[in-house]
């Protein structure tokens, strides 16, 4: 079991440009949620998927966000154009089910700077 | 919504017992989750209480009261190795796990 895989693990780049986040859940899961972390605001969660299909995002600050999930096996977020206070820890989680009772996996994360 | 409250620090000796509460406030919820984080790392996951009283696992173990609103983390025989931070989260309604802002735990020789 590989656990959940992310990349890039670090992102630097400048303030107006495009960032595209990856991952890849644990194979057989079919829950996938977006989390991210800073010092101020925590945990915070964007957005979940179940079975593919996006279930909650109201957690995503803006339009400029936007997630994808087009099969079981990759996500991915996107931030266009990202801005300084999108510089967070964002972590992806993946779960057996959905639902109360299933633990989340989660992967290393990606560190993005943004200047 | 829901909101978790939980300290920010706390210290504690190594073999001593330390227990991390959290207070929490949601119009419908199926459980309370507890996940470790080392070092800003992936979170993993400690434990669940879906009913009301205490569940044991290994050294650690964790407390629901449902009416009081109101759950804890309980390490015992602490290590230096458990110098992390601790997050409660809740399962809400509709499949969202909401984490509460994290206690960090400093385990001194």
């Known amino acids: 079991d590989a656990g959940v895989i992310q990349s890039p693990r670090h992102e630097v780049t400048e303030m107006g440009q495009e960032v595209t986040l990856r991952c890849k859940p644990i194979s057989g899961h079919n829950s996938l949620f977006w989390y991210r972390q800073t010092m101020m605001r925590g945990l915070e969660l964007l957005i979940y998927?179940?079975?593919?299909?996006?279930?909650?995002d109201s957690g995503m600050p803006e339009d400029r966000f936007s997630a994808k999930m087009p099969n079981a096996s990759f996500s991915t977020l996107k931030i266009q154009p990202s801005e300084p206070r999108d510089s967070a820890v964002y972590f992806c989680?993946?779960?057996?089910?959905?639902?109360?009772?299933?633990?989340?996996?989660f992967g290393n994360g990606t560190r993005l700077t943004v200047t | 919504g829901q909101s978790l409250e939980q300290p920010s620090e706390v210290t504690a000796v190594e073999g001593a017992i330390v227990q991390i509460n959290c207070t929490y406030q949601t119009s419908g919820f199926y459980g309370l989750s507890w996940y470790q984080q080392h070092d800003g790392g992936a979170p993993t996951f400690l434990s669940y209480?879906?009913?009301?009283g205490l569940e044991e696992t290994g050294r650690f173990s964790s407390f629901l009261s449902r009416s009081d609103s109101y759950g804890y983390l309980l390490l015992q025989e602490l290590q230096m190795k458990d110098s992390a931070s601790y997050f409660c989260?809740?399962?809400?309604?509709?499949?969202?796990?909401?984490f509460g802002q994290g206690t960090e735990l400093s385990v001194k020789p």
């Open positions: 989260a809740l399962w809400g309604v509709g499949g969202k796990l909401i």
């Open positions: 998927f179940n079975n593919n299909v996006p279930i909650d």
């Open positions: 209480n879906a009913l009301d």
């Open positions: 989680a993946s779960s057996l089910e959905s639902g109360y009772n299933s633990p989340l996996h």
